[in-house]
Protein backbone atom coordinates (compact mmCIF):
# COMPACT_ATOMS: atom_id res chain seq x y z
CA UNK A 1 0.00 0.00 0.00
CA UNK A 2 1.57 3.61 -1.01
CA UNK A 3 1.78 6.14 1.74
CA UNK A 4 -1.45 7.99 1.93
CA UNK A 5 0.91 11.45 1.22
CA UNK A 6 1.68 10.10 -2.25
CA UNK A 7 -1.73 12.51 -3.28
CA UNK A 8 0.10 15.58 -2.97
CA UNK A 9 3.37 14.89 -4.94
CA UNK A 10 1.50 16.04 -8.40
CA UNK A 11 0.71 19.49 -7.96
CA UNK A 12 -3.28 20.33 -8.90
CA UNK A 13 -3.41 16.26 -10.26
CA UNK A 14 -7.57 17.31 -10.36
CA UNK A 15 -6.88 20.28 -13.08
CA UNK A 16 -4.93 18.00 -14.93
CA UNK A 17 -7.70 15.65 -15.88
CA UNK A 18 -10.53 18.52 -16.25
CA UNK A 19 -11.79 18.48 -12.89
CA UNK A 20 -12.14 22.72 -11.61
CA UNK A 21 -11.45 23.31 -7.77
CA UNK A 22 -15.13 23.59 -7.36
CA UNK A 23 -15.89 19.91 -8.84
CA UNK A 24 -13.14 18.49 -6.88
CA UNK A 25 -14.41 20.63 -2.91
CA UNK A 26 -18.18 18.85 -4.79
CA UNK A 27 -16.86 15.48 -4.79
CA UNK A 28 -15.48 15.60 -1.30
CA UNK A 29 -18.48 16.84 -0.31
CA UNK A 30 -20.14 13.89 -1.62
CA UNK A 31 -17.69 11.32 0.70
CA UNK A 32 -18.35 13.33 3.88
CA UNK A 33 -22.16 13.21 2.99
CA UNK A 34 -22.09 9.28 2.33
CA UNK A 35 -19.98 8.64 5.29
CA UNK A 36 -22.15 10.37 7.76
CA UNK A 37 -25.29 9.06 6.38
CA UNK A 38 -23.46 5.70 6.33
CA UNK A 39 -22.30 5.89 10.07
CA UNK A 40 -25.45 7.19 10.96
CA UNK A 41 -27.85 4.56 9.21
CA UNK A 42 -25.02 1.85 11.38
CA UNK A 43 -26.22 3.62 14.68
CA UNK A 44 -30.02 3.57 13.94
CA UNK A 45 -29.64 -0.01 12.97
CA UNK A 46 -27.63 -0.90 16.41
CA UNK A 47 -30.36 1.21 18.43
CA UNK A 48 -33.61 -0.81 16.84
CA UNK A 49 -34.62 2.43 15.36
CA UNK A 50 -35.07 0.71 11.69
CA UNK A 51 -35.34 -2.93 10.41
CA UNK A 52 -33.56 -4.98 8.08
CA UNK A 53 -30.05 -4.56 7.48
CA UNK A 54 -27.87 -1.41 6.53
CA UNK A 55 -24.88 -2.23 3.57
CA UNK A 56 -21.99 0.25 4.28
CA UNK A 57 -20.01 2.05 1.49
CA UNK A 58 -17.37 3.30 4.25
CA UNK A 59 -14.28 2.89 2.21
CA UNK A 60 -15.68 2.78 -1.09
CA UNK A 61 -16.24 6.40 -1.80
CA UNK A 62 -14.06 7.58 -3.85
CA UNK A 63 -14.16 4.47 -6.04
CA UNK A 64 -17.85 5.37 -6.60
CA UNK A 65 -18.06 9.38 -6.46
CA UNK A 66 -15.15 9.09 -8.84
CA UNK A 67 -16.49 6.83 -11.21
CA UNK A 68 -20.37 8.86 -11.04
CA UNK A 69 -18.91 12.06 -11.48
CA UNK A 70 -17.52 11.01 -14.58
CA UNK A 71 -20.62 10.26 -16.21
CA UNK A 72 -23.04 12.94 -17.98
CA UNK A 73 -25.88 13.30 -15.24
CA UNK A 74 -29.60 13.39 -16.97
CA UNK A 75 -28.47 11.56 -19.81
CA UNK A 76 -26.79 8.56 -18.69
CA UNK A 77 -28.26 5.71 -17.34
CA UNK A 78 -27.04 3.88 -13.73
CA UNK A 79 -26.92 0.53 -12.70
CA UNK A 80 -25.67 0.47 -8.89
CA UNK A 81 -25.46 -2.58 -6.59
CA UNK A 82 -26.24 -2.84 -2.88
CA UNK A 83 -23.35 -0.91 -1.53
CA UNK A 84 -23.81 1.83 -4.16
CA UNK A 85 -24.44 4.36 -1.70
CA UNK A 86 -22.00 7.16 -3.10
CA UNK A 87 -23.00 6.18 -6.51
CA UNK A 88 -26.64 7.15 -5.84
CA UNK A 89 -26.22 10.43 -4.20
CA UNK A 90 -23.59 11.36 -6.78
CA UNK A 91 -25.91 11.08 -9.28
CA UNK A 92 -28.52 13.19 -7.49
CA UNK A 93 -29.93 11.28 -5.06
CA UNK A 94 -31.35 13.19 -1.92
CA UNK A 95 -30.59 11.76 1.78
CA UNK A 96 -33.93 11.71 2.16
CA UNK A 97 -34.77 9.70 -0.68
CA UNK A 98 -31.86 7.32 0.36
CA UNK A 99 -33.51 6.98 3.98
CA UNK A 100 -36.89 6.60 3.21
CA UNK A 101 -37.19 2.67 1.88
CA UNK A 102 -35.36 1.93 5.75
CA UNK A 103 -38.70 3.38 6.62
CA UNK A 104 -40.67 1.58 4.01
CA UNK A 105 -42.32 5.03 3.07
CA UNK A 106 -44.77 5.23 0.25
CA UNK A 107 -42.18 8.56 -1.24
CA UNK A 108 -39.81 5.96 -1.86
CA UNK A 109 -38.50 6.33 -5.35
CA UNK A 110 -37.30 3.00 -5.55
CA UNK A 111 -40.13 1.02 -4.77
CA UNK A 112 -43.02 3.12 -2.85
CA UNK A 113 -41.96 1.29 0.53
CA UNK A 114 -41.76 -2.14 -0.83
CA UNK A 115 -38.14 -2.06 -2.12
CA UNK A 116 -35.19 -3.35 0.32
CA UNK A 117 -32.91 -0.89 1.38
CA UNK A 118 -29.55 -0.11 -0.89
CA UNK A 119 -31.71 -1.34 -3.78
CA UNK A 120 -31.39 2.04 -5.70
CA UNK A 121 -33.67 3.15 -8.17
CA UNK A 122 -34.97 6.54 -9.25
CA UNK A 123 -36.33 7.03 -12.64
CA UNK A 124 -36.28 10.62 -12.71
CA UNK A 125 -32.47 10.04 -12.37
CA UNK A 126 -32.27 6.94 -14.48
CA UNK A 127 -31.12 5.06 -11.69
CA UNK A 128 -32.38 1.30 -12.60
CA UNK A 129 -33.56 -0.99 -9.81
CA UNK A 130 -31.64 -3.97 -9.03
CA UNK A 131 -32.98 -7.32 -8.16
CA UNK A 132 -31.32 -8.68 -5.06
CA UNK A 133 -29.36 -11.64 -7.00
CA UNK A 134 -26.00 -10.94 -7.15
CA UNK A 135 -25.01 -9.27 -10.44
CA UNK A 136 -28.14 -9.29 -12.63
CA UNK A 137 -27.56 -5.33 -12.74
CA UNK A 138 -24.93 -5.90 -15.31
CA UNK A 139 -26.43 -7.95 -18.14
CA UNK A 140 -29.40 -4.80 -17.44
CA UNK A 141 -26.82 -2.28 -18.12
CA UNK A 142 -25.62 -4.05 -21.03
CA UNK A 143 -29.48 -4.03 -23.08
CA UNK A 144 -29.92 -0.42 -21.92
CA UNK A 145 -26.36 0.10 -23.86
CA UNK A 146 -27.45 -1.88 -26.31
CA UNK A 147 -31.02 0.26 -27.06
CA UNK A 148 -29.07 3.36 -27.05
CA UNK A 149 -26.94 1.92 -30.03
CA UNK A 150 -29.80 0.71 -31.83
CA UNK A 151 -31.53 4.20 -31.09
CA UNK A 152 -29.03 6.17 -32.31
CA UNK A 153 -28.83 7.81 -28.34
CA UNK A 154 -25.46 9.36 -27.02
CA UNK A 155 -26.13 7.41 -23.74
CA UNK A 156 -23.55 5.65 -21.81
CA UNK A 157 -24.33 2.81 -19.34
CA UNK A 158 -23.23 2.94 -15.81
CA UNK A 159 -23.11 -0.47 -14.20
CA UNK A 160 -20.77 -1.60 -11.05
CA UNK A 161 -20.29 -4.56 -8.67
CA UNK A 162 -18.22 -6.40 -6.07
CA UNK A 163 -15.77 -8.62 -7.36
CA UNK A 164 -17.32 -11.32 -5.95
CA UNK A 165 -20.08 -10.77 -8.54
CA UNK A 166 -17.30 -11.49 -11.60
CA UNK A 167 -17.73 -14.95 -10.82
CA UNK A 168 -21.27 -15.23 -11.95
CA UNK A 169 -22.82 -16.16 -15.47
CA UNK A 170 -24.16 -12.84 -15.61
CA UNK A 171 -20.72 -10.48 -15.47
CA UNK A 172 -19.08 -12.99 -18.27
CA UNK A 173 -22.66 -12.89 -20.65
CA UNK A 174 -22.71 -8.94 -20.55
CA UNK A 175 -18.83 -8.68 -21.02
CA UNK A 176 -18.98 -10.60 -23.62
CA UNK A 177 -22.50 -9.62 -25.73
CA UNK A 178 -21.00 -6.14 -24.65
CA UNK A 179 -17.48 -7.00 -26.95
CA UNK A 180 -19.01 -8.31 -29.35
CA UNK A 181 -21.25 -5.31 -30.17
CA UNK A 182 -18.97 -2.45 -28.83
CA UNK A 183 -21.80 -1.07 -27.04
CA UNK A 184 -21.49 2.00 -24.75
CA UNK A 185 -21.10 0.72 -21.52
CA UNK A 186 -18.83 1.39 -18.27
CA UNK A 187 -18.15 -2.25 -16.21
CA UNK A 188 -16.64 -0.53 -12.71
CA UNK A 189 -15.89 -3.45 -10.73
CA UNK A 190 -15.01 -2.30 -6.69
CA UNK A 191 -12.62 -5.31 -5.61
CA UNK A 192 -12.59 -4.57 -2.22
CA UNK A 193 -10.52 -8.23 -1.88
CA UNK A 194 -13.91 -10.23 -0.04
CA UNK A 195 -17.31 -11.69 -1.13
CA UNK A 196 -18.93 -11.24 2.13
CA UNK A 197 -16.33 -13.63 3.63
CA UNK A 198 -14.39 -15.34 0.59
CA UNK A 199 -10.73 -13.45 0.17
CA UNK A 200 -10.03 -12.84 -3.43
CA UNK A 201 -7.76 -15.47 -3.58
CA UNK A 202 -10.78 -18.40 -3.35
CA UNK A 203 -12.70 -16.42 -5.85
CA UNK A 204 -10.56 -16.65 -9.25
CA UNK A 205 -6.91 -17.79 -9.89
CA UNK A 206 -5.71 -14.54 -11.32
CA UNK A 207 -4.55 -11.14 -9.42
CA UNK A 208 -7.03 -8.76 -10.99
CA UNK A 209 -10.43 -8.91 -12.62
CA UNK A 210 -9.63 -6.33 -15.17
CA UNK A 211 -7.39 -8.98 -16.47
CA UNK A 212 -10.21 -10.61 -17.84
CA UNK A 213 -11.18 -7.76 -20.36
CA UNK A 214 -8.40 -9.15 -23.11
CA UNK A 215 -11.05 -12.05 -23.60
CA UNK A 216 -13.94 -10.10 -24.15
CA UNK A 217 -11.66 -7.17 -26.49
CA UNK A 218 -12.07 -4.20 -24.60
CA UNK A 219 -9.80 -2.54 -22.39
CA UNK A 220 -8.99 -3.53 -18.78
CA UNK A 221 -7.64 -1.07 -16.38
CA UNK A 222 -6.69 -1.34 -12.40
CA UNK A 223 -7.10 1.57 -10.89
CA UNK A 224 -6.55 3.06 -7.28
CA UNK A 225 -9.82 2.91 -5.34
CA UNK A 226 -8.99 5.14 -2.71
CA UNK A 227 -7.99 7.98 -4.62
CA UNK A 228 -11.06 9.90 -6.50
CA UNK A 229 -9.21 11.93 -9.11
CA UNK A 230 -7.50 8.97 -10.20
CA UNK A 231 -10.46 6.94 -10.64
CA UNK A 232 -11.96 9.74 -12.11
CA UNK A 233 -9.55 10.32 -14.91
CA UNK A 234 -9.37 6.84 -15.89
CA UNK A 235 -13.12 6.55 -16.13
CA UNK A 236 -14.20 9.92 -17.41
CA UNK A 237 -11.60 8.40 -20.14
CA UNK A 238 -13.56 4.89 -20.59
CA UNK A 239 -17.09 7.30 -20.81
CA UNK A 240 -15.65 9.17 -23.62
CA UNK A 241 -14.74 6.22 -25.51
CA UNK A 242 -17.63 4.85 -25.33
CA UNK A 243 -19.85 7.79 -26.34
CA UNK A 244 -17.34 7.69 -29.41
CA UNK A 245 -18.33 4.92 -30.19
CA UNK A 246 -15.36 2.66 -29.51
CA UNK A 247 -17.18 0.36 -27.56
CA UNK A 248 -16.97 -0.88 -23.59
CA UNK A 249 -14.30 -0.86 -20.84
CA UNK A 250 -14.19 -2.71 -18.09
CA UNK A 251 -12.35 -0.47 -14.82
CA UNK A 252 -11.18 -2.23 -11.65
CA UNK A 253 -10.87 -0.35 -8.55
CA UNK A 254 -8.78 -1.50 -5.74
CA UNK A 255 -10.63 -0.59 -2.48
CA UNK A 256 -11.99 -1.81 0.78
CA UNK A 257 -14.52 -1.95 2.86
CA UNK A 258 -14.11 -1.09 6.22
CA UNK A 259 -16.74 -2.32 7.96
CA UNK A 260 -18.26 -6.01 7.84
CA UNK A 261 -20.00 -6.66 5.18
CA UNK A 262 -23.34 -5.45 6.50
CA UNK A 263 -24.88 -4.55 9.81
CA UNK A 264 -25.43 -8.63 10.63
CA UNK A 265 -21.97 -9.48 9.70
CA UNK A 266 -19.26 -10.19 11.94
CA UNK A 267 -15.78 -9.60 10.02
CA UNK A 268 -13.34 -10.35 12.95
CA UNK A 269 -13.80 -13.97 12.25
CA UNK A 270 -11.71 -13.69 8.38
CA UNK A 271 -9.68 -11.16 8.49
CA UNK A 272 -7.59 -9.46 11.01
CA UNK A 273 -7.51 -6.19 12.83
CA UNK A 274 -4.20 -5.78 11.47
CA UNK A 275 -5.50 -5.69 8.10
CA UNK A 276 -8.40 -3.48 8.50
CA UNK A 277 -5.99 -0.87 10.46
CA UNK A 278 -3.77 -1.01 7.31
CA UNK A 279 -6.73 0.05 4.94
CA UNK A 280 -7.88 2.27 7.19
CA UNK A 281 -4.75 4.42 7.32
CA UNK A 282 -5.70 4.77 3.06
CA UNK A 283 -9.00 5.81 3.94
CA UNK A 284 -10.52 7.92 0.73
CA UNK A 285 -11.27 10.45 2.84
CA UNK A 286 -8.13 11.14 4.45
CA UNK A 287 -7.01 11.18 0.90
CA UNK A 288 -9.47 12.98 -0.89
CA UNK A 289 -8.72 15.81 2.29
CA UNK A 290 -4.83 15.62 2.46
CA UNK A 291 -4.78 16.41 -1.24
CA UNK A 292 -7.34 19.72 -0.98
CA UNK A 293 -4.62 20.82 1.94
CA UNK A 294 -2.03 20.99 0.01
CA UNK A 295 -3.82 23.10 -3.20
CA UNK A 296 -4.98 25.45 -0.30
CA UNK A 297 -8.35 24.88 -0.71
CA UNK A 298 -9.39 23.11 2.68
CA UNK A 299 -8.58 23.92 6.30
CA UNK A 300 -10.03 22.61 9.62
CA UNK A 301 -12.92 25.29 9.87
CA UNK A 302 -14.16 24.16 6.52
CA UNK A 303 -13.95 20.71 7.88
CA UNK A 304 -15.80 21.55 11.12
CA UNK A 305 -18.60 23.06 8.91
CA UNK A 306 -18.99 20.68 6.34
CA UNK A 307 -19.00 18.00 9.30
CA UNK A 308 -21.85 19.87 11.00
CA UNK A 309 -23.71 20.49 7.39
CA UNK A 310 -23.69 16.80 6.81
CA UNK A 311 -24.86 15.60 10.29
CA UNK A 312 -27.40 18.32 9.95
CA UNK A 313 -29.02 16.88 6.54
CA UNK A 314 -29.08 13.60 7.96
CA UNK A 315 -30.84 14.24 10.75
CA UNK A 316 -33.60 16.52 9.08
CA UNK A 317 -33.91 13.60 6.72
CA UNK A 318 -34.68 11.21 9.79
CA UNK A 319 -36.91 13.33 11.13
CA UNK A 320 -38.94 13.77 7.62
CA UNK A 321 -39.18 10.01 7.19
CA UNK A 322 -39.98 8.97 10.55
CA UNK A 323 -43.23 11.00 9.93
CA UNK A 324 -43.67 10.26 6.46
CA UNK A 325 -46.69 8.71 5.40
CA UNK A 326 -46.77 4.33 4.95
CA UNK A 327 -47.96 3.19 1.59
CA UNK A 328 -51.64 2.36 1.10
CA UNK A 329 -53.48 -0.99 1.45
CA UNK A 330 -55.03 0.22 -1.73
CA UNK A 331 -52.00 1.01 -4.12
CA UNK A 332 -50.61 -2.96 -3.58
CA UNK A 333 -50.97 -3.83 -6.90
CA UNK A 334 -49.15 -0.41 -8.11
CA UNK A 335 -47.07 -1.14 -10.06
CA UNK A 336 -47.31 -4.76 -10.64
CA UNK A 337 -50.04 -4.10 -12.86
CA UNK A 338 -50.87 -1.65 -15.43
CA UNK A 339 -53.76 1.16 -14.90
CA UNK A 340 -56.75 0.19 -16.73
CA UNK A 341 -58.00 3.92 -17.01
CA UNK A 342 -61.80 4.62 -16.63
Known amino acids: MSDVMSTTTAQARHREVGLSDNDVLEMYRLMRLCRTFDEHMWHLHRAGQISGLHMSAMGHEAAQVGSAYAFKRGTDYFNPYYRGLATALTVGTSVRELMLPYYGRAEDPSGGGRQIMGHYGNRRLNIVAQSSSVATQIPHAVGIAFAAKYRGDRVVSHVSFGEGAASKGDFHEGLNFAGIHKLPVVFICENNHYAISVPLSLQMPIENVADRAACYGMPGIVV ?119
Open 224 to 342: DGQDVIEVYRVTKEAVDRARRGEGPTLIECKTYRLVPHSTSDDDRFYRSREEVAAWRARDPLLIARTYLESQGLWDEGREAALGEACLREVQEAQAYCEQAADPRPEDVLRPIYADRGG
